[in-house]
Each structure stands twice: as C-alpha cells, then as structure tokens.
C-alpha cells in the first residue's frame, strides 16, 4: 500500500512539473512568427522603340511645392483646407534625337574630308524626380476638412512640371543643342574629316 501511495506521489509529482514547465514555456507569450512574400506577375511589353537619343545637357533642379485644397464647410459658413508641402527635386535632360536626322541633313565628301551636319532641334528627352530628395516636409488637413489621398500625387506631377519649365528657363535646350553639335563634330572628326561643321535645325 505504501509503495502505491510512492508511485502515485512520483506520478502527480511529475504530471504537476510538467503542468509547470508547460505554463513557463508559454508565458510570456512569444510574438508570432510572420513571413512576406511578394508575389511576381507577369511583365507586358506594351509598345517598343528605337532610340537614337544624344544626351547633351542635363540640370538638376530644386523647389519646394505648396499645394493646397480649399475647402468650404457647414453651408459655406467655415473654411477648411487639406495641405502639403512637398521638397522636391529632379534631374532635366535633354539632347536630340538623331533617328530624325533627314537624308538631305548629312553632307559628306571623303575626297576633300569635308562634312556638314544639320541636326533636329534640341528637345527634353526625359524629366526625372530625384526620390532621395524629393519628399514630404508637412501635411496639414482640417478638422473639417475632407482627406485627399491623391494630393502628393498630384504635388509630385505640379513639381515635374514646374521643374521641367524651370530648366527649359535657365537655358537647358541651349547647352543641349552647344553640347550636342560639338560631340557629333568630334566624332566627325575622329573618322577623318577635318572640316567639320555642325549646326541645329530651327524649331
């Protein structure tokens, strides 16, 4: 009889440390586990061209857009606005694109070594936001005032264009069209011709 009381105090002994290792093993409560997965879809081609482009001239540009939507509340008797400031910046280039150049644009004559070259005009060939620099100083909504998730989109479109028409003002297609000339002229010169001229179609 004594011997069942031992086994059964061993068995109750154990079931109780194993009731005790379980609680500790379970307090406190780990955080789960969690796993991203990106998921790849297809890519699609829409539309494929060839390029001919000359990069020639490229300025960086900064602004800071204040974009602001005003709003009227309770019958008009309130104002309300939803706002942004937005630090942006972004790289201009522009060049030409020499797939336009004209059969009649190209006059050579290897005998004398003499060329003439009649380029397209000079063009902005792409306007780029610059991420690392270009973001979210303040965003203010009114009480009354209704939420537009849309507003940095629409202040990142206002800074590319603002900032496109501000290289084009300090004279972006100017360099463009110098830097050009002088590249097609040097590579003229590298296959041999000496007298080399290089001027720009009128827009």
């Known amino acids: 009889m004594e011997r069942r009381s031992t086994v059964a105090a061993l068995v109750a002994a154990l079931i109780a440390a194993a009731v005790t290792f379980g609680v500790v093993a379970l ?29 020639s001239a490229q300025m960086h ?9 005003r709003q009227q509340a ?7 606005q939803d706002a942004i400031l937005l630090v942006a910046a972004a ?13 009649d644009d190209v006059h050579a004559d290897a005998a004398r070594g003499t060329a003439t070259i ?15 620099h270009t973001w979210v100083y303040a965003r203010q909504t009114d009480v009354l005032a209704q939420r537009h998730e849309d507003l940095e989109t629409r202040a990142r479109q206002e800074a590319q264009r603002t900032l496109e028409q501000a290289a ?22 590298s296959l041999g ?10 827009e």
Request: no cysteine; hydrophobic share 45%; proline share 6%.
């Open 27 to 55: 307090w406190p409560p780990r955080a789960p586990r969690t796993t991203t997965t990106v998921r790849a879809t297809p890519s699609v081609v829409t539309s494929v061209r060839t390029l001919a482009r000359l990069e």
């Open 61 to 69: 540009v900064e602004r800071v857009i204040d974009l602001r939507d």
């Open 74 to 80: 309770l019958f008009g008797l309130v104002s309300a």
């Open 91 to 103: 790289d201009v280039t522009a060049g030409v694109d020499l797939a336009q150049l004209r059969d």
């Open 118 to 132: 009649v380029l397209p005009p000079a063009r902005v060939l792409s306007t780029e936001l610059d991420e690392r």
């Open 168 to 189: 084009l003002e300090a004279g972006l297609l100017a360099r463009a069209r110098t830097g050009a000339q002088h590249t097609v002229e040097s590579l003229v010169r």
């Open 193 to 202: 011709y000496a007298h080399v001229t290089v001027t720009s179609r009128a």
